[in-house]
Structure formats: C-alpha cells, structure tokens
C-alpha cells in the first residue's frame, strides 16, 4: 500500500498484512518444530555429517544391508567352522583330538579378537568403518585358504599308506596364516554389526525403541540362516565338489556382502568414535586411586564434578546421573581445589566418565555367569560331528547327509523358534508381566541357561546309547536331534538375551566394547572347552587309554558329556545368585523378578559444574 492511502485501505488492508506475517512466522516455527522431532537424539549423523533424519535414515530402510551381510559372514564362518576338523584330519592328516582343539582355539581366538575390532570402532574408526577394513581382511583371509584347498603343494600327498605323512611347517603355517586373518577379520565385524544395526534406531522414539528389539531377534534369524546355508548347502559342495569349492563359494559370498554393504551409505546412521574407553577407565582408577591414598573421604554432600554443556565430556555421548553403587570411584570426581585445573582427566574425572566405568563394571558378573554355555556350544562343530560322522545318515536309498551338515538340526531350531517367540509369545508374555519385550533380557538368558543343563544330559544319555549299541554305526543320526534341539533353544534365548543386555546396559561410549564382551566369552568358553578336553584327556589316559581316544567308539564321550552338565548345572545356579542382585545404568533393578525397583538416589551429594564461558563453578543437588 503506498502513503496517503484511504483510511479504509489502510484500515482493511493492514491488518490483512500482518496476518500473513503471522503465518508465515507460525508456518515457519511449525515446520522447524517438525523438523527437529524428526531428528534422532542419540548423537547418529548421516553421510554428510549432519544429524541423521528419521525420514530419510536408518529404521529398516538401512538395517536390510546389516543383515544381508551378517548373513555372508556367519554363511562363511560357519561353513569354514563344521568343515576344519573333516579338513585337518583327512588333508592335513591330523589326528582327530588335535583337530577338535586346534578348531575350538580358532574359533575361541575369532571371538575373543572381537575386542581389539570394539576398541578400534569406539576409539577410532566407528562401527561402519570398522565393518568396511575388516570385511576386507576377513576376505583375503578366506582367498588364502581356498588356494590352501586348492593348490597341492600346499598340502601333504594323499594318505595311501600308515601312518600318514603330515603337512610341513610352511603346508601349516600358509593354512594358520589363512585363519589368523579370518579370525582377525571376525573379531573386527562382530562386535560393530549388532550395534550398527542397533544404532539404526532412536531409542528416545517409542516406536523405533521397539523396532530395536524386534531387530535383534531378526538380526539372529539372519545368523541362523547364514549358518544353515554354511552348514547344508556349503558342506554338501565340499562333499561333490571338494574343499575348493567348499570355501571358494563363501569366498564369494563375502565379497559381494562387502558390495551389498556399501550400496547402504546414503542410509545409514553413523555414530561417531568418542575415543578410548579403556583410557578413560584408566583415568577413573588412577584419580580416585590417588585421592584415596590422599585421604580424601566420600561424605554425604561431598562436591562432584561434572561440566556445564548439554552433552557430556566424552563427545558425542549423552550426561549420566550419579548411582550408589562402587562408590569409592566417585572419589574420582570429588573436587579437592576450585582454583585448579579441571581438565586434566587423570586427576579429576567427570561423573559421566565414572558412571560409564560403573555400567562397564556392572555387566561383568553377568558376562562371567554365562561362560559355561559357550563351553557347551563349542561341541557342536567338534564332537557332536565327530558322533554324527560314524552314525548312519543316509536319508532314502540315495542320498546321505555330509557330517558337517548335521548341525542343522539347531539352526533349524533357532528359525523356528525366533519368528514363534517374536510374533506369538511376546504379546502375550507382555500382557502378563507388563513388559514391553515379555520378560526381561536376564530372565531370557536365565530360560537359555536352563535348558543347557539338559541339552548336555541328553548328549549323555544318546552317546552312551551309541555307544552301548552292537552296531554303533547302525544307529541313525536323528538319535542326535535332541541334544541339537535343545542347544539350539538354549543359544536362542541366551544369544538374543545378550544381545539386548549388553547393548542397553552399555552407555554411548562402549556399545561396540560392550557387545565385544559377550561375544568374547564365546571365544572363551571355546578355549575353557579345549582346557578341559586336555585336562580330561590326561588325567584319564590320553589318547590311547582316556576318555576322548581317536575312535570315539572306544571312548567315553558321555562322561565328558556328564561333566559338562554339571558345569552348567553349577553355571545356573551362580547365575541366579548374580542376576537376581544386577542393578541397572538408570538405576532399577534388572532382575529376575517381576517389579523392577529404582536404586535410590544419594539426593544429598553435589555436582559441582564448570562454567565454559566464565570459568565459573555451580554446584547442583543431585
């Protein structure tokens, strides 16, 4: 309107004009509000760096390619896992104790590297980057062997004559190489995968919170499947075609999950590396150690110190409050002198960092009370093919199942069960114990754990039946199918169980070193399993005399079996003790019951807060 209008235009026209102003600015701050409720709150960005968008990232626009690669590789892994003993003893012409302990060492070594690939991932390199490098080990480890299985000179001659000439130190080592790298290239993949995946969804959204568990029991069924196709399809090509072939098709499996990986780019959600979490351990153990032994005494309304920004310290990760428990480390951050240096981490640590290191401590107890199944688990690509090899498999009159091939009774189990526990029984487990995910990650570990005890009864009874037989070699392999069943159901509950402990328990700093945990008592309770089998095997008489001879017809693997079921017998037990105790990173009661009850906060000590800007000091009442 231009000056001198009439009064009826300025007095019409004017008040039009700052209506549309009006909207304008309302639109504008509608759309700023919907946009920042679709950001997600856990410190993921995207591609560009910018936190990532709800609409355009992670959930299962993304989490497809995690799976699909999950399932190369545990397709890999496992069809190298059930194939090694058959390989070490007839074309390395090994003996078969050795290669039972020579395999449960590798797979031990795979699962406990997991902690170097975790520590690389939350210093350094994060989960995705950390993927990319070791898929790409993990895939010049699998060359190497399949030219192992390919090039004779790379193995002894054929055994025509006893005793059979054995492989030559470089025969041995070029196939040692060869599995250092895969297992080099396992224990960088596994502790990132679940978590990457699990990083897809924002756990503040309710909607996306629930997907996260929904994930990790899909994320398992895609373990089950790569572990069938190993073990059925992978096994039956080494059968026609040979050991080749037998490892050079997974060879090409992991490739193209590397392919399939990175055609997920654009949507994934990334967590950036927040640096060393064992340094910052460090740092909590040596400040309070040195206040200790300065004197310094933890009162109710003792003065902690935290900084004064809406994240914490540790970039990118998210402020904790102060618990009770393991109080002597909040020594670490008592503030002995206002007037010095606050940010020297070795003298003065903030409570983020100290409640971090009280999570990672609390998990220990629950990690160390779930070993004995990885013992347990060990059998399957050991002993329980060393059964099924020297038992009837024929299926019909024309085809007879690989040895390798036999542990798919279990996986089976695991498909089976996971889509029945995920569709059915949650619903109805949540309207009983009014639990989003039906009952508590411990109580399903607890339900894991249980059923061990009598999948190792059962390897018992039927090995000893076996045994016992006129014509072992007579009796079918499906006399097999409960101890498989059962050890399946168990791995169901317990793995999955893990797999939501040690992720929602973990603070933002250690979710891959947390996963890295659980996966390492795999690789330990494959190590405890070799111990074990040597320690029986000399108390007993060794290979000649003992329990676990060459012919297993002339051994007693069901006493074996029987002392296995007393470890996890005894297993159970301290399980329940530790669970039924286990207090959470927010503060309630994680056990077995029911009712979760909140740890009672010290509402009396201080927090003791830096000003950036000013360099001021405020003190805040927990």
């Known amino acids: 309107m231009e000056p001198g209008g009439t009064p009826f235009e300025e007095s019409f026209i004017q008040p039009s004009m700052d209506k549309f102003v009006e909207d304008i600015k309302q639109d504008h701050e509608k759309e700023e509000i919907e946009s920042s409720t679709t950001l997600v709150s856990n410190g993921c960005v995207d591609i560009r760096g910018k936190i ?3 609409q355009t990232t992670g959930g299962w626009k993304a989490s497809p390619f995690i799976i699909v690669n999950e399932v190369a590789e545990r397709l890999a892994f496992f069809s190298i896992a059930v194939n090694m003993v058959a390989y070490l003893v007839l074309e390395m012409h090994q003996s078969l104790p050795s290669a039972a302990t020579h395999v449960t060492d590798w797979i031990g070594a795979a699962y406990v590297l997991t902690l170097v690939g975790a520590f690389l991932a939350d210093a350094y390199l994060g989960r995705f980057l950390t993927i990319i490098i070791f898929s790409c ?32 130190d470089n025969q041995a080592g070029f196939l040692f190489v060869a599995l250092a790298l895969i297992a080099l290239g396992t224990g960088g993949i596994k502790p990132c995968v679940s978590s990457f995946g699990a990083d897809q969804f924002d756990e503040a959204d309710e909607k996306e919170a629930q997907k996260k568990y929904s994930f990790f029991n899909w994320f398992f069924f895609a373990i089950n499947m790569g572990a069938i196709l190993g073990i059925t399809l992978l096994v039956y090509i080494q059968e026609k075609r040979g050991f080749g072939w037998g490892f050079g098709v997974p060879t090409v499996a992991i490739v193209c999950s590397i392919i399939i990986l990175a055609a997920g780019i654009p949507l994934y959600r990334y967590q950036k590396p927040m640096g060393s979490p064992f340094t910052r351990f460090l740092q909590v ?9 300065n004197g310094v005494q933890l009162q109710r309304g003792a003065v902690l110190y935290e900084v004064d920004s809406m994240e914490s310290d540790i970039s990118g990760a998210r402020k904790l409050a102060r618990t009770k428990q393991y109080r002597f480390l909040d020594k670490a951050a008592m503030v002995m002198d206002p007037e010095a240096n606050t940010k020297n981490r070795w003298r003065l640590c903030t409570v983020t960092q100290v409640e971090e290191f009280k999570s990672f401590i609390r998990i220990l107890p629950v990690w160390a009370s779930t070993i004995a199944l990885s013992i347990s688990f060990a059998q399957l690509s050991t002993f329980f093919i060393s059964q099924a090899t020297i038992m009837d498999r024929k299926l019909g009159p024309h085809f007879t199942t690989p040895a390798g091939s036999v542990p798919v009774f279990g996986a089976l189990n695991a498909l089976i069960l996971v889509p029945i526990y995920e569709i059915w029984l949650v619903p109805i ?12 990650s411990l109580q399903r570990m ?15 009874l039927v090995e000893k039946k076996r ?9 079918t392999v499906f006399w097999l199918l409960p101890q498989f069943f059962l050890i399946g159901s168990a791995e169901v509950f317990t793995y999955v169980g893990q797999l939501e402990f040690f992720y929602d328990e973990a603070t933002d700093g250690t979710r891959s070193i947390s996963s890295a945990m659980f996966l390492s008592e795999i690789g330990i309770g494959s190590w405890l399993s070799t111990a074990i089998v040597k320690i029986i095997g000399r108390a007993t008489g060794g290979e000649q005399q003992g329990w676990l001879r060459n012919n297993l017809n002339k051994s007693r693997l069901d006493n074996f079996y029987w ?18 105790r286990y207090k959470g990173k927010d503060g309630t009661r994680g056990s077995l019951a029911r009712v979760e009850a909140p740890v009672e906060m010290d509402v009396d000590d201080q927090v003791i807060k830096e000003d950036k800007d000013e360099g001021e000091f405020k003190s805040m009442a927990l």
Do not use: E, Q
């Open 52 to 54: 990532a968008d709800k």
């Open 137 to 168: 080990i993990y895939a010049v480890g699998m060359v190497l062997l399949t030219l192992s299985a390919s090039i004779d000179s790379l193995r002894p001659p054929n055994c025509t004559v006893r005793p059979c000439i054995k492989a030559t």
């Open 285 to 293: 153990l040596v400040a309070s150690a040195r206040n200790h032994f």
């Open 429 to 440: 487990l949540r309207k009983r114990t009014g639990h989003r995910r039906g009952i508590t």
């Open 446 to 460: 607890g339900v894991g754990l249980f059923i061990s005890i009598f999948a190792m009864a059962s390897a018992a």
């Open 467 to 475: 045994r016992d037989h006129p014509n072992p070699s007579s009796l």
């Open 563 to 580: 002392i296995l079921t007393a470890i996890n017998a005894a297993n159970f037990l301290v399980y329940l003790w530790v669970a039924r």
